[in-house]
């Protein structure tokens, strides 16, 4: 049975030039919801690729086969190139406390390229039954001052989830994002206890993840939220335009808008002496120089092109 209406459908997971699609209105079909999609041949998107977390109309619904044809593409909010998924309304950034060990320049980098977004940012720490309850709050407090109320967890306290899960409820489309072995997985399977995603151990060798998720994948928790578990990886040194950096601080952005902080020059990078008025002394003022460092090369090299 072939029908030839148009329906809006989320993209879940994309292999090759397969989607898989979730309708958008699950009323519609009954318990069949969900779609192996093509693209219609006669369509061209202009180049533009789908991507998971765009929403698209597919028709030629085949209730047999479960299959479909993707006939357009929505007008996306966002686009997160690495990894690649469409319309993120938060980022949650997964960190182990240790196993692998946190490294706090992979954090900080994390955190930049998450802010550069332009959406919500949160910062969650796995793996809290490995380190002493002083340990813990030295990193809440540490991370406090960040900028970042951090929610820790802990596999043998399942409660501490709760509160997560509530706040994910809430949440359109959260990604989970971090280094390989981290916990991410682990995470959306005790969210969706029917799931039961592959998860492994990290390396005795090399003490690193094994990159066991491979693909991007959007999973429903409620009716209207969704979170993206993503392959792990370890954020290379970013190239970013170095007047964007001091937004992206919450040390630096909040004290120009809670405390009207404001310096001789406009641009102030908050670098050198004249006429600076911002409080230096946070402790990620570090990478934050060496940011503006590495990042100027970058810059100078597009003010010339
Ligand atoms: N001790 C402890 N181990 C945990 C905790 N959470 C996860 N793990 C373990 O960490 C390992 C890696 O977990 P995964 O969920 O596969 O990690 P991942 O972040 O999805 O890794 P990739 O898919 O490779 O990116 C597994 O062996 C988990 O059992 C925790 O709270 N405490
Ligand atoms: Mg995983
Ligand atoms: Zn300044």
Redesign the pocket.
């Known amino acids: 049975m072939k029908n030839n209406s148009k329906y809006l459908a989320l993209v879940t997971k994309k292999f090759n030039e397969y989607f898989l699609v979730d309708l958008k209105n699950k009323k519609n079909f009954g318990k069949s919801e969900r779609f192996l999609c093509k693209v219609r041949k006669s369509i061209n998107f202009k180049d533009q690729f789908i991507y998971v977390g765009d929403e698209v109309e597919i028709d030629n619904i085949d209730l047999s086969s479960k299959r479909a044809l993707i006939t357009s593409l929505k007008k996306r909010k966002n686009l997160l190139i690495r990894p690649s998924v469409a319309n993120i309304s938060n980022i949650y950034l ?1 960190f ?1 406390v240790k ?1 692998p060990e946190l490294n706090l320049s992979q954090v900080n980098r994390f955190l930049i390229s998450a802010e550069s977004m332009g959406v919500e940012v949160s910062l969650v720490l ?5 380190i002493s309850d002083q340990k813990r709050s030295f990193l809440i407090d540490k991370f406090g001052k960040w900028g970042y109320q951090i929610i820790t ?4 306290k399942p409660h501490y989830l709760k509160n997560l899960l509530d706040e994910l409820k809430q949440k359109k489309c959260s990604i ?1 994002m ?12 005790k969210i969706l206890p029917g799931l039961d995603n ?5 390396s005795n060798k090399i003490k690193r ?5 491979r693909n991007v994948e959007l999973f429903s928790i409620s009716n209207q939220s969704y979170i993206v ?5 370890n954020m290379q040194p970013l190239e970013l335009d170095i007047r964007l950096l001091p937004k992206l601080y919450p040390e630096i952005y909040k004290q120009v808008i809670d405390k009207g902080i404001t310096c001789k020059f406009r641009d102030c990078l908050h670098l050198n002496d004249e006429g600076c008025n911002l409080n230096r002394s946070f402790e990620r003022y570090s990478f934050y120089k060496e940011m503006i460092e590495s990042s100027k090369s970058h810059y100078y090299q597009n003010q010339e092109d």
């Open positions: 997964i182990s196993e796995t793996k809290c039954d490995l967890l802990n596999l043998e989970f971090g280094p390989s072995g981290v916990g991410k997985t682990t995470l959306l399977n592959n998860t492994a151990p990290v993840g094994k990159n066991t998720t578990d993503t392959p792990g990886f």
